[in-house]
C-alpha cells in the first residue's frame, strides 16, 4: 500500500479510490476527485506557506474537429491534448478534464504569477504542434486562465471560479493567450466553462438549492410570505447566485426546466411546512416570462398545487417588470391563471421603462419597489419620490406593495413614513435554507 501511494505521488497514477471516476478520453482522474485533490494541496501548501497554480486549459476551435472529422477524432485529439499535458507538466501535477475540451491542472509549489505563466507558455507551446487526423492535419491554439492560491481564492471552489474568469479574459482578447487572474476580473460575469452543458447535467443531478426569504408586514407584525430564491452548487464553481446562470439559462431554453424544478420545490415546501403547523400564508417563486410561453404552462402550475393540495392563492409567481410577456399567449396564461386564484406580482417594479398599461391588463396582485429606489431613500428626493408615487399607484389600483433590499432602520421609517409597511431585506433576514426558515418563522409565529 505504501509503495502503491509512493507511486502515485510520483507518478499521479490513479490512486483506487479515484479509477471509478476517471475520465475515458483523457485517461485524467475525474472532476470530483481533482476537487479533493486541490483541497488537499490547498491543506499542504497552507501549512508549508506555499503557493498553487490552478491553470485552465481550453482548445481554440475543437467544435470544428468534431464538425469536420467526427466525434470519434475528436476524442483523439482529445487523447492527443492530454498527453501532451501529461508531458509538459510535472508527474506531481494533477490534471483532469473539466468537459468538452478544457483540463485543468494543478501545479503546486509554484513561485508566484511569473513562474506560473511561463509554465502556461510551455502548455500554449505545446499545443500548437499540428494534431494528426487520419492523412488530414488539424492545427490549433489554446488560452489559459491562471489562479494561484492563497494569493486568488481561499477554497478549492473559489480558486477554480478564478481561474475560470481568468480564461473567459484570455479568449475575450484574443486566442492563443494567458492569463493570470487579478481582481479587476472579479465582476467579469462571462465563463468560460460550458455552464450550458453542466446545467443540464445539473437539473438532472439535482443541484439546484432553494433559499427562502421572509417578507415582513410590519402592519400585521407577521411574516406572512416567502420568497423562493434559487442557488446551483456547481461541482466545480460551488453555490452559484442566480444571476450568474439565470440569464444563460433563459437564453438556451433551459429556464423552463429550472423553473419546473424551482416551482415543484417551493410548493412541496409549503406544503410540509404548513402541515408542521406553521401558519405560512404562502410562497413566492421567481419565473421568467419564457416560462409562461410553454402551450401547458397553466395545467402544470395547477397540477402542481393539486399535487401538494395547495390553495392556488397560497402561490405568488413573481416576473420582472423588464421580462414581462412579449408573447401575446403568455400574457393570457397569466390571465388564465389569475383567474383560477394564483397570484401575480411585478418584480424589479420601477426599473425598465415600461407601460403601465399591463398593470391593467394583467391580472396583478403585488408590485415589488426595486431595491435601488429604496437604498436611496431618504438620501435622494428623486427615489423619495418615485417610491411615494409607486405607493400611490399601488393604493389606487388595489395592489400590495412589497419594498425589496430594506437594510437599514431608517429606511423602515422612510417607508412606514410613506405609506409602505411590507418589506423584505437583510435588516429582518437573509434567504435562508428551509430548516433556518423553519426556525426563522416558527420563532416568529409562537
Ligand atoms: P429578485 O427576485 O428581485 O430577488 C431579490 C434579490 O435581492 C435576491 O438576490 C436577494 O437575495 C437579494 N436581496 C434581498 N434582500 C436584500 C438586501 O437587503 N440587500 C441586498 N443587497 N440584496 C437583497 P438573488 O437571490 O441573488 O436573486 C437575484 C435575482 O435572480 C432575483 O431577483 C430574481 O430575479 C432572480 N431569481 C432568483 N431565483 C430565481 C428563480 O428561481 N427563477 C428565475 N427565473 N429567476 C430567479
Ligand atoms: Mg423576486
Ligand atoms: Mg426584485
Same mark, same amino acid.
Not at 116 to 121: G, N, P, S, T, Y
Not at 205 to 220: A, K, M, T, Y
Not at 423 to 434: E, V, W, Y
Given at each position: 500500500?505504501?509503495?502503491?501511494?509512493? *507511486?502515485?505521488?510520483?507518478?499521479?497514477?490513479?490512486?483506487?479510490?479515484?479509477?471509478?471516476?476517471?475520465?475515458?478520453?483523457?485517461?485524467?482522474?475525474?472532476?470530483?476527485?481533482?476537487?479533493?485533490?486541490?483541497?488537499? $494541496?490547498?491543506?499542504?501548501?497552507?501549512?508549508?506557506?506555499?503557493? *498553487?497554480?490552478?491553470?485552465?486549459?481550453?482548445?481554440?476551435?475543437?467544435?470544428?474537429?468534431?464538425?469536420?472529422?467526427?466525434?470519434? $477524432?475528436?476524442?483523439?485529439?482529445?487523447?492527443?491534448?492530454?498527453?501532451?499535458?501529461?508531458?509538459?507538466?510535472?508527474?506531481?501535477?494533477?490534471?483532469?478534464?473539466?468537459?468538452?475540451?478544457?483540463?485543468?491542472?494543478?501545479?503546486?509549489?509554484?513561485?508566484?504569477?511569473?513562474?506560473?505563466?511561463?509554465?502556461?507558455?510551455?502548455?500554449?507551446?505545446?499545443?500548437?504542434?499540428?494534431?494528426?487526423?487520419?492523412?488530414?492535419?488539424?492545427?490549433?491554439?489554446?488560452?489559459?486562465?491562471?489562479?494561484?492560491?492563497?494569493?486568488?481564492? &481561499?477554497?478549492?471552489?473559489?480558486?477554480?471560479?478564478?481561474?475560470?474568469?481568468?480564461?473567459?479574459?484570455?479568449?475575450?482578447?484574443?486566442?492563443?493567450?494567458? #492569463?493570470?487572474?487579478?481582481? =479587476?476580473?472579479?465582476?467579469?460575469?462571462?465563463?468560460?466553462?460550458?455552464?450550458?452543458?453542466?446545467?443540464?447535467?445539473?437539473?438532472?443531478?439535482?443541484?439546484?438549492?432553494?433559499? @427562502?426569504?421572509?417578507?415582513?408586514? +410590519?402592519?400585521?407584525?407577521?411574516?406572512?410570505?416567502?420568497?423562493?430564491?434559487? #442557488?446551483?452548487?456547481?461541482?466545480?464553481?460551488?453555490?452559484?447566485?442566480?444571476?450568474?446562470?439565470?440569464?444563460? =439559462?433563459?437564453?438556451?431554453?433551459?429556464?423552463?426546466?429550472?423553473?419546473?424544478?424551482?416551482?415543484?420545490?417551493?410548493?412541496?415546501?409549503?406544503?410540509?411546512?404548513?402541515?408542521?403547523?406553521?401558519?405560512? &400564508?404562502?410562497?413566492?417563486?421567481? +419565473?421568467?416570462?419564457?416560462?409562461?410561453?410553454?402551450?401547458? @404552462?397553466?395545467?402544470?402550475?395547477?397540477?402542481?398545487?393539486?399535487?401538494? $393540495?395547495?390553495?392556488?392563492?397560497?402561490?405568488?409567481?413573481?416576473?420582472?417588470?423588464?421580462?414581462?410577456?412579449?408573447?401575446?399567449?403568455?400574457?393570457?396564461?397569466?390571465?388564465?391563471?389569475?383567474?383560477?386564484?394564483?397570484? +401575480?406580482?411585478?418584480?424589479?417594479?420601477?426599473?425598465?421603462?415600461?407601460?403601465?398599461?399591463?398593470?391593467?391588463?394583467?391580472?396583478?396582485?403585488?408590485?415589488?419597489?426595486?431595491?435601488? @429606489?429604496?437604498?436611496?431613500?431618504?438620501?435622494?428626493?428623486?427615489?423619495?419620490?418615485?417610491?411615494?408615487?409607486?405607493?400611490?399607484?399601488?393604493?389606487?389600483?388595489?395592489?400590495?406593495?412589497?419594498?425589496?433590499?430594506?437594510?437599514?432602520?431608517?429606511?423602515?421609517?422612510?417607508?412606514?413614513?410613506?405609506?409602505?409597511?411590507?418589506?423584505?431585506? @437583510?435588516?429582518?433576514?437573509?434567504?435562508?435554507?428551509?430548516?433556518?426558515?423553519?426556525?426563522?418563522?416558527?420563532?416568529?409565529?409562537?
Amino acid at each position: 500500500m505504501q509503495l502503491a501511494e509512493g *507511486i502515485q505521488a510520483i507518478s499521479n497514477s490513479l490512486p483506487p479510490r479515484d479509477a471509478a471516476r476517471a475520465d475515458q478520453a483523457s485517461g485524467f482522474i475525474g472532476r470530483a476527485a481533482f476537487i479533493e485533490r486541490l483541497r488537499d $494541496a490547498m491543506g499542504a501548501a497552507r501549512r508549508a506557506g506555499d503557493r *498553487i497554480a490552478v491553470f485552465v486549459v481550453d482548445l481554440d476551435r475543437f467544435r470544428l474537429v468534431n464538425e469536420r472529422w467526427g466525434h470519434l $477524432a475528436g476524442d483523439r485529439v482529445l487523447k492527443e491534448v492530454a498527453l501532451r499535458l501529461r508531458r509538459t507538466l510535472r508527474g506531481t501535477d494533477v490534471l483532469t478534464r473539466l468537459g468538452g475540451d478544457q483540463f485543468a491542472a494543478l501545479t503546486p509549489g509554484v513561485p508566484g504569477g511569473e513562474g506560473a505563466a511561463a509554465v502556461a507558455r510551455k502548455v500554449l507551446d505545446a499545443m500548437r504542434a499540428p494534431f494528426a487526423i487520419g492523412a488530414d492535419t488539424f492545427s490549433t491554439t489554446a488560452s489559459v486562465g491562471i489562479a494561484l492560491f492563497p494569493d486568488h481564492g &481561499a477554497d478549492e471552489h473559489g480558486l477554480i471560479r478564478a481561474a475560470d474568469r481568468a480564461l473567459a479574459d484570455a479568449k475575450r482578447r484574443g486566442r492563443d493567450g494567458v #492569463r493570470l487572474y487579478s481582481s =479587476a476580473l472579479g465582476d467579469v460575469r462571462g465563463h468560460a466553462l460550458d455552464l450550458e452543458h453542466d446545467l443540464r447535467l445539473g437539473l438532472a443531478r439535482s443541484e439546484l438549492e432553494l433559499r @427562502f426569504q421572509p417578507v415582513h408586514d +410590519l402592519g400585521s407584525g407577521r411574516v406572512d410570505s416567502v420568497e423562493t430564491l434559487v #442557488r446551483w452548487r456547481h461541482p466545480l464553481l460551488g453555490l452559484l447566485p442566480p444571476d450568474r446562470f439565470i440569464p444563460m =439559462a433563459e437564453e438556451t431554453g433551459l429556464v423552463r426546466s429550472l423553473g419546473e424544478r424551482v416551482l415543484e420545490g417551493a410548493c412541496a415546501q409549503l406544503a410540509l411546512w404548513r402541515a408542521e403547523g406553521l401558519p405560512l &400564508a404562502g410562497v413566492s417563486v421567481n +419565473l421568467s416570462a419564457r416560462d409562461f410561453e410553454r402551450p401547458d @404552462f397553466v395545467e402544470f402550475v395547477t397540477d402542481t398545487l393539486a399535487r401538494h $393540495a395547495l390553495p392556488p392563492d397560497a402561490l405568488e409567481i413573481e416576473v420582472t417588470e423588464h421580462s414581462l410577456f412579449e408573447d401575446p399567449d403568455a400574457a393570457a396564461r397569466a390571465v388564465a391563471l389569475g383567474e383560477y386564484g394564483v397570484k +401575480l406580482s411585478i418584480d424589479d417594479f420601477g426599473t425598465k421603462y415600461a407601460s403601465l398599461a399591463y398593470l391593467q391588463r394583467l391580472p396583478v396582485n403585488t408590485i415589488k419597489v426595486d431595491r435601488s @429606489f429604496v437604498r436611496d431613500i431618504g438620501y435622494s428626493s428623486s427615489s423619495d419620490s418615485i417610491v411615494a408615487a409607486v405607493i400611490a399607484l399601488a393604493r389606487g389600483m388595489g395592489l400590495r406593495l412589497i419594498a425589496e433590499g430594506v437594510e437599514e432602520i431608517d429606511q423602515v421609517r422612510s417607508l412606514r413614513r410613506l405609506g409602505c409597511h411590507v418589506m423584505q431585506g @437583510f435588516l429582518f433576514s437573509r434567504p435562508l435554507a428551509a430548516d433556518d426558515a423553519y426556525r426563522y418563522l416558527a420563532r416568529r409565529a409562537g
